[in-house]
């Protein structure tokens, strides 16, 4: 590259790794349980885990050659790592209640869910030729996450091909994290 005096010319070359891993499942189990034939039950829990980390370098080789001046040489190595994971844990309950008239219902949800995240950082920048202190940044960003839903939905038929429907529904949530830079 040129600065814009035009007096300088900067070379860069860079080489490096990385290794990169992913891991996540999501699993669950249901249950059915039809009460009567107009009364039905159904519950469910269900396990979630996302995640990957990730380490590497990259090796750089800087050249600065000036008009009036000897060239600099510029070497340094970047270290860095990341990890991140997600877990979960959903609950779900549902009633249905169906009457005479195969129109009218009544359905109650309630659904839970909680959740763990981790986010982690590091970096790190050696001069291997130069007598810079090496720079050097960590980070951890862990939070939580708590998600409550509550619903009732009815359907009452009033005359055919018109209904009227209502309901209610009540979301809740609780999220926290914090960030620690150093």
């Known amino acids: 590259t040129f600065n814009n005096a035009r007096d300088s010319v900067t ?97 109650v949800l309630y659904n839970q869910s909680f959740g763990t995240n981790q986010n982690n950082y590091s970096q790190e920048t050696d001069y291997t030729n130069l007598t810079y202190p090496p720079l050097a940044s960590i980070g951890n960003n862990p939070g939580t996450d708590k998600e409550t839903d509550m619903s009732i939905d009815y359907i009452q038929p009033v005359a055919d091909g018109f209904t009227i429907e209502t309901g209610a529904k009540a979301t809740i949530e609780n999220i926290s994290n914090s960030v620690n830079t150093q």
């Open 11 to 107: 070379n860069l070359a860079q080489n490096g790794l990385s290794n990169f891993k992913r891991s996540g499942y999501r699993s669950g189990i249901s249950f059915n349980w039809d009460i009567t034939p107009k009364d039905a039950l159904t519950a469910s829990v269900n396990f979630n885990h996302f995640g990957n980390n990730s380490n590497g370098y990259v090796n750089n080789y800087q050249t600065t050659t000036y008009l009036t001046n000897p060239p600099i040489d510029t070497n340094s190595i970047n270290r860095s790592t990341s990890r991140f994971f997600d877990n979960s844990t959903d609950f779900s309950l549902s009633y249905k209640k169906t009457f005479k008239n195969k129109e009218q219902e009544l359905d």
